[in-house]
């Protein structure tokens, strides 16, 4: 059964920083995309970033370029956000989701999702 | 503002059709395949169209989906209050470089 677990989440002050960590089991991690995906309170869902199985390939929206990064070590099936220079607008759950089969970017399975707060 | 467009609520009587369209454009939906997703507050979106008219084998047929030029459309007949949720459309943009989604679509079953 695939299962994903996201911890790291928290309050924590504008400016500071977060490591989210995404714990991945039951299929062949190094296989797949991995993508954080979160939504802002009250908001829809906004994509934030994507690595590629080997992570030779890496993407991020707009709004969190030159603050966030993306990781993974695949010997130990986890995926990271380190997040900087965190803004109030930064505040949302947080999920990380699995690369489907489809032909472009599906996301099959998500984590239950961490709550990230970023205020004073 | 979200780069792909749907309405913010539809709704129906139970056993009835829902149709929920996304509106894009020709670097997003026009060149790149849509998915779905379901998603109820505090769990995780579910995926439930992919590759603008696949369903996961997990869904049910009375979920589709389809795609002309750059906007898509999902189905949902026989709409049951279970199906009482937010969706989301979705798609690669080329010019972007980015995972797009609509802004979310409420679902009511009246």
């Known amino acids: 059964e695939v299962q994903l677990g996201e911890s790291g989440g928290g309050l924590v002050q504008p400016g500071g920083s977060l490591r989210l960590s995404c714990a991945a089991s039951?299929?062949?991690?190094?296989?797949?995309?991995m993508h954080w995906v979160r939504q802002i309170p009250g908001k829809g869902l906004e994509w934030v970033s994507r690595i590629k199985r080997d992570g030779s390939d890496i993407s991020y929206v707009d709004s969190v370029k030159g603050r966030f990064t993306i990781s993974r070590d695949n010997a130990k099936n986890t995926v990271y956000l380190q997040m900087n220079s965190l803004r109030a607008e930064d505040t949302a759950v947080y999920y990380c989701a699995k690369d489907g089969v489809g032909v472009s970017h599906d996301f099959d399975y998500w984590g239950p999702g961490t709550m990230v707060t970023v205020s004073s | 503002q979200s780069v792909l467009t749907q309405p913010p609520s539809v709704s129906a009587a139970p056993g009835q059709k829902v149709i929920i369209s996304c509106s894009g454009s020709t670097t997003n939906i026009g060149t790149n395949y849509v998915c779905w997703y379901q998603h109820l507050p505090g769990t995780a979106p579910k995926l439930i169209i992919y590759d603008n008219d696949k369903r996961p084998s997990r869904i049910p047929d009375r979920f589709s989906g389809s795609k002309s030029g750059a906007s898509a459309t999902l189905g949902i007949t026989g709409l049951q209050t279970g199906d009482e949720a937010d969706y989301y459309c979705?798609?690669?943009?080329?010019?972007?470089?980015?995972?797009?989604f609509g802004g979310g679509t409420k679902v009511t079953a009246l």
């Open positions: 039951g299929f062949t991690f190094s296989d797949y995309w």
């Open positions: 979705a798609a690669w943009d080329s010019a972007l470089s980015a995972v797009v």
